[in-house]
Structures are given as C-alpha cells and as structure tokens.
C-alpha cells in the first residue's frame, strides 16, 4: 500500500470499512453473522450491492448519484479497498459500506434472502486462460446463490471486455430459470448503462481493441 493510502486506512477505515468475523481467511467470512441492514448504515433504504469494485472509481460515482440507496461493495485487494476510502471520504459519500470478503461468502452468510434491489458485477476478474476459467465468478452455482439474494423484480447488471466471458455469462443467466434477460439493445446484449462511468481500467480495455459487453437480467 502507498504510504498515502495507508494513512487513509488506518484513519477512516472504521466509517466505511465492516469489521466482520472470519473463518480461515482474511477473505472469508464466519457463518452466523447476518447483518442487521439498518444498523449498518443507520437507516432503512434499499440495497445495491457491488462485487469487486476494484479501487473504486466507478463505485464511488455510482454511489454519489444514488444518496437514497444503501450500496454494500466487496472486495479481495486490500490496497484496491484503502484507496476506495481515501475516495470515498474525499467525495463525502456517506451511503457505502465495504466488506473486504469474496462475493460468496458475503452473500452466503450476510444476506439474507429476498434482501437486494439491485447487484452489479462490472469487470469480474476474466482468467483469461483456458484452464483457468473454472475459477470465473459468473457460473450456475454462484448464479443460483445471487438469485436467491435478489428481491422479486431487482436488476442484476454485469459488463465485461472478454468476449468469451460474455458469451459465458450469456449462456448461463439466459438459461436461469428464474431470470429474465431484459436488454434494451435488441441483440440480447445491453446497452451501456447510461449509470456506470468509464474508468481507466475499462478504457485500457477499450485501447487494447476489447468491445465491452454490457448485461442486464431481472429476477423473475
């Protein structure tokens, strides 16, 4: 961590930064510890929630727009977490909490069913080799899980600059029996939510000639 990310952490982690038990990782999360919603961000509103919001460029404007809502963001890089801090109190956005914890285990043991109006999922990491795409987050099972933490009617909203990674989430959300594609392009795939700012990292994307694939499913 840059020592100016660091200075960041240690003094304003405890306003936005979940302080949770684990089980066998720094990643992971102890089952039987729901959270109380409404304790955790001092009021009652509805909750978007975020996986993998990198070091929170986009989660950060997306969140400003959106005072109204509750957003709850995960994340594994720590680094990636201290700088959303740094962004976070610089932009004086008081409605995210963040939870550095893999998305299955946040959703598994924090959430309840039936608990989410909206979740994004913007640029999962692609594991662009062949024998690593087993490990790629978007899959029946984790399907099956975010499904089951949406509200009837919620928005589920993903993009991604991989093609084959596109193609994959495709194949399995339109076959989830309880999801319903609701792209507005006519093709299938989504148009750009107007919503999700460019980042640096997408636009590295965009100049290495990598089309992005945006997605949109709502829970049936």
């Known amino acids: 961590m840059r020592s100016q990310h660091l200075r960041a952490w240690e003094r304003l982690r405890h306003a936005y930064v979940l302080d949770l038990p684990r089980r066998d990782s720094s990643t992971s999360i102890a089952p039987g510890h729901p959270l109380d ?35 709850l963001a995960f994340e594994v890089y720590l680094p990636g977490i201290a700088r959303t801090v740094g962004r976070l109190h610089d932009e004086s956005v008081t409605n ?22 909206e979740l994004w999922t913007f640029f999962p990491d692609p594991w662009p080799k062949a024998r690593h795409h087993k490990r790629r987050l978007v899959n029946r099972p984790f399907a099956d899980l ?16 991989w093609p084959d990674y596109a193609e994959q989430m495709r194949a399995v959300l339109d076959a989830h029996p309880s999801l319903t594609n609701a792209a507005d392009a006519g093709d299938g795939w989504a148009k750009r939510f107007a919503a999700r700012p460019r980042t640096r990292f997408e636009q590295r994307g965009i100049e290495a000639g990598r089309t992005v694939r945006d997605l949109h499913y709502l829970r049936r």
């Open 146 to 161: 975010a499904v089951s933490r949406l509200r009837p009617g919620a928005s589920w909203r993903l993009a991604t600059d």
């Open 37 to 71: 919603l409404t304790t955790t961000f001092g009021r009652a509103a509805p909750l978007v929630v975020e996986i993998g919001f990198g070091t929170g460029e986009s989660l950060v404007a997306m969140a400003a727009a959106r005072p109204d809502q509750n957003v």
């Open 96 to 117: 995210v909490r963040l939870v550095q914890a893999d998305a299955v285990d946040g959703l598994s043991h924090l959430l309840g069913p039936d608990s989410v109006d």
